[in-house]
């Protein structure tokens, strides 16, 4: 009795015609007439939001199906309508309507209850989204692009059930956040329908994915190729799709998801839990223009060095892999002076946007310039810098101070074997002796010299 239940017919057929496609109607009573007429006879009261009666019927005013009731009954029943309302029953129900939705229970204080437990879910979170093609519309997890959908840190701070609903907004018309088609006269004029072609057409298909992460700093790729925790069966074409779970304390992962790749829309996440919890946006990588952004002040000399990851021979991996130690190695010295250089290394792939691999970097100190990895040299040595998690970028860069000594720079892909070429541009900070000079009129010039 708490909850709203709604159908809508998603295809014109012959009992249905007037009800017109994707037109949403209310339920708004059912009861049971078995006692009173001695047949199983279960009769639904249905409501047009439009307010006209448009049902035909066996059940509608007039209709056959009131000769099975005691007149006085069916009198009773259908002084009971208004305006916009009919009755039907259980079989022409199911027969003629596509699409059933059962919203969540309210209570009197306008709190959500549990379709399930009938917990009361007292703490909610929502924001907006969007999928940008080329940035972050990377499809269903059958894309290897898929860890650039947009992503949410949830944080459950107690063992909670949690529904978390993923509402999309209608992409063919402009229409509010309720649904509701804007500018309808505008659409009359030029004749055109809500309700043509399939419900794909106003609607993306879409998923919902949860992962549970042991900490606020973890490694994407490796979270996202395990199974998830709680999601969606598969992508629909609903207008809002969610699921339901008990959450133990910690940090979740949430990636909301469109089926293809590259398929644009907009939407509001929304999180409803019986404990406490938070929910905020993980911002992506910097764009390869932040990673680009000029070197700081001073006199730098750089230097450009090319290579490839080559299946089986030189793309090793990262360095949860054994076979990180076969990853293209180069070498970097720093000569003594009068204390540490800066530098910047830089990584980039030569690839497009849509098809960037998982990319980043160690520096090793090593014993000396001619010095050469083997499988076990990296079993206990610590990278002294390092360029992690590895980022879907075409660009990733590292700005640190390095002693004198001779280094290692090790280029690498998330997962091994996994082909592609890079440049690593090496920029280092060159310290001059700073010459201040003070001429007096008449004697000879001067010069201090300041390291």
Avoid at 110 to 132: A, C, D, I, M, R
Avoid at 201 to 225: C, D, M
Avoid at 234 to 240: F, G, I, K, L, M
Avoid at 394 to 408: D, F, I, K, M, N
């Amino acid at each position: 009795e708490q909850c709203v239940i709604s159908c809508s017919v998603l295809n014109s057929r012959q009992g249905a015609s007037e009800l017109g496609e994707f037109h949403a109607f209310i339920v708004i009573d059912m009861l049971n007439l078995s006692e009173v007429s001695g047949k199983e006879i279960f009769l639904l009261r249905i409501r047009n939001p439009w307010g006209r009666r448009c049902w035909r019927g066996p059940w509608c005013e007039g209709g056959q199906g009131w000769s099975q009731l005691d007149p006085v009954v069916a009198s009773e029943l259908l002084s009971q309508i208004q305006e916009g309302e009919f009755w039907v029953d259980e079989e022409e129900f199911f027969r003629e309507f596509d699409e059933i939705t059962m919203g969540f229970p309210v209570n009197e204080e306008g709190q959500l209850q549990s379709l399930y437990t009938e917990k009361v879910l007292y703490h909610s979170q929502n924001l907006f989204g969007s999928w940008v093609r080329g940035q972050s519309a990377g499809g269903c997890r059958n894309n290897s692009s898929f860890p650039t959908n947009p992503k949410f840190w949830l944080r459950v701070c107690e063992k909670s059930e949690v529904c978390i609903a993923l509402l999309q907004k209608h992409r063919k018309y402009s229409a509010d956040w309720a649904g509701r088609i804007q500018n309808l006269s505008h659409l009359a004029e030029e004749n055109l329908s809500l309700t043509g072609g399939t419900q794909g057409k106003n609607y993306q298909a879409v998923g919902l994915h949860v992962w549970k992460v042991e900490k606020k700093r973890f490694s994407l790729p490796k979270t996202l190729s395990a199974p998830p925790v709680v999601g969606t069966v598969c992508h629909s074409y609903d207008r809002e799709v969610h699921v339901c779970c008990d959450l133990s304390p910690g940090f979740y992962l949430v990636v909301p998801s469109i089926f293809l790749k590259d398929a644009v829309g907009n939407f509001l996440l929304r999180v409803f839990s019986t404990g406490k919890i938070s929910l905020s946006e993980l911002k992506p990588p910097p764009t390869d223009a932040a990673l680009s952004e000029e070197l700081p002040a001073g006199e730098w000399e750089t230097v450009q060095l090319h290579g490839c990851w080559k299946n089986g021979q030189s793309a090793g991996g990262s360095r949860n892999f054994p076979s990180f130690h076969i990853n293209p190695c180069f070498p970097l010295s720093i000569p003594a002076g009068s204390g540490k250089s800066s530098v910047k290394v830089t990584l980039r792939q030569h690839c497009q946007d849509s098809k960037c691999r998982p990319i980043g970097f160690h520096i090793f100190q090593v014993p000396n310039s001619s010095w050469k990895p083997h499988t076990s040299s990296f079993l206990h040595l610590e990278p002294l810098v390092s360029c992690v998690p590895h980022c879907y970028s075409q660009e990733v860069s590292q700005l640190c101070r390095l002693p004198a000594g001779s280094y290692v720079i090790i280029p690498s892909t998330y997962l091994p074997n996994t082909e592609g070429n890079f440049t690593v541009v090496i920029a280092t900070k060159i310290d001059r002796k700073r010459i201040h000079s003070r001429e007096t009129l008449g004697q000879v010039l001067q010069e201090v010299s300041d390291t």
